[in-house]
């Protein structure tokens, strides 16, 4: 024995080769025993294979022969040997039920038959067979039992290796194949019908699904292509957690299921799933997140039964798309979130905007109401005051200047609310121009000197003279004009007004400086509010409408500057205007 | 422009009555010959039937706006040489530059014209009226 190991060589590491290691061996056993013909057949569960074989005087012949167990059957020495494990010698083969063999078969007088188990399980057989009238001794046969197992057991090692090196490569295509689905970035319907599709292709089963869980449902997540009969009804009862039903545990527990119809005939759980399948076998694996259950992923219909490599691959794929579903939720969550605040700012910008245009029409119609009865009271006081409509009696015609007065003041309210609300409507709506500061400074301060200035008061412009911004020159004008107004109804005892202008950081700032009566702290965050009269204002006998600096900030917010204030009870106060100067044509010259 | 009498017609176009009452009242004492339409309507029948001197057109007037009533005094050989001048209470720019592209001589603003400023301006505009 331990010479025929050491001459064989045999191997039992290296993949690949036990088809020579066992060719070397039968053809080391034939020509030490003298036989005439020997082979090697390996026997599994179907199927008898002949692996090596050697014929005196000839080539190796059969290799890759399978015969069905069935032929085992017909050949009384054959079947002994395999059913009892023990060596068996006798006479010829029954030769008449495979043509092919017949000429091997043809004069055998003597077999021996030698059966090789690993384990309880005879894995393979040696056959030796000679045509000269010598029968086998037990003792020729001996160690050829113990060399034969070494054999098989290279075998069995090179068809581990195989199946591992196939589960190696059907494992790598799993994951290229899924990767790309999870990189797809499909929407969720195609991608779970895609991930299933490649499931069924991977675990060579009829169909695979994904089942989502729905309260004591689960609801499958597309429809498998060619389902069959489970296209009727795309859901299955889902047994609530703790119940020791197959898919409680899949779905709560994290294990696998996996059933053919002759396990599922003694357990009505089972067989019920089956039943709702329309399925001869399933395998269930769980579809969770990290915490979540939610729900299964189902193969069926197997080609030739579930396999522990078909658990493996089905786990990755529901623990990928566990991971897909994840983003699609997060995605989703997010979209809406992001959705709904949309919404939100949307219908309040809309209501803010329409409450604007109702202000701004309401005090346009207001307006233009009011104005029909001043014209009236207006008209008929200015003909009382000329005598159009004869001599008044001395009382009367000393009120009658009080009145018109009255009715002026009156008018002038009613132009700025007027221009307020038309300035207010078209603040979104500027017509933007290169505006030059100076220009304008003295535009605004020839007209305050021409009207409401006095003789009592100086008003100044200082400027570098080069000073553009891109701006709505119509709404500058106001804000100016506002702020030059201010300063003179604030300065009633006179002195000096002064519009300062200057470049500071990208930022063209005009100020409009006065030495008047000054804004108490009080009244400083009145000061820009519509109507926002202020309380010292009203006192010192300042007349104003409380639209002018209200309507003066929101159109430098429109133009893209601020207005601010800083002011001293009894000092006066400056108001700075801030415009961007980005864009604008700066002139070179310095003004004269 | 002046017919042989030395008569001046106005056509003075406004809804509401008090303040077309008070115009006429001013430019009758200026001699003037002055006749009231409250409607659009109004305004074009009396336009073709008196043909005045010089139209005052207000523009908010029930059913037909004054721009249309101005459009349709243009559209007409009868009426289109007749000078228009806009007399309201709206001061809106568009609405002044509106009317200028229709065709309207001027635009006064009521309030802003008590019945002498009216006066002065009818009679810089045309002539002043035989004294009668």
Redesign the interface.
Known sequence: MTNLARTVKVDLVSPGDAHQIMGRLVRFAAENLDVDRCTLTSLDQNVLRVEASYERGGEPDFVGHEYEMTWLERQPLLLEAVTTGAIVTGGGFDNATDPALRPALLDVRHTAIVPLSIGETVGAVLILSRKTDRPFAAIELEGLQQLGLLAVLALRNARLVDDLRTSQHRGLDSLTLMSRHVASSMEPAAFFEKMSETVAGLAQAGHAAFWQLAGDELVAMHQPADAGALTRDMRLAAPPPGSTEGLSRVIYSGQALRISKPEADDDPHLEAVLMSMHATDVLAVPWRTAAVPLGILTAWDSASGFTDQDEWIMRLAARASALVWQGYEAEHRAADLQAAELDRLEAHATRMAELERQKTEFL?LAS?EL??P???V???L??LE?G??GVLPEQAARVVPLMTARMRHM?QL??RM?TTS?MELRAGNLDIRDVDLDALARTVSDSAASTVLGAHRTLAVHSPGHLHVRADPEQLETILGNLVSNAVKYSPDGGEIRIDIREEAGWAVVDVIDHGLGIADEDLPKLFQPFGRLQSAVSAGIEGTGLGLHLSRSLAVANGGTIEVTSRRGEGSTFTLRLPIRGARQAGSVHA | MLDASGEIRLLLVDDDADVAEMYELQLSAHGYQVSIARTGAEAIDMARSAAPHLIYLDLGLPGMHGFEVLAHLRSEPDTRDIPVVILTNFSEPELIERSRALGARDYLVKAHTPPAALAAATRNRLLAPKAS
């Open positions: 346009q233009h104005r029909a001043m014209t009236l207006s008209g008929y200015s003909m000329e159009s409509l008018g009613v132009d007027l038309r």
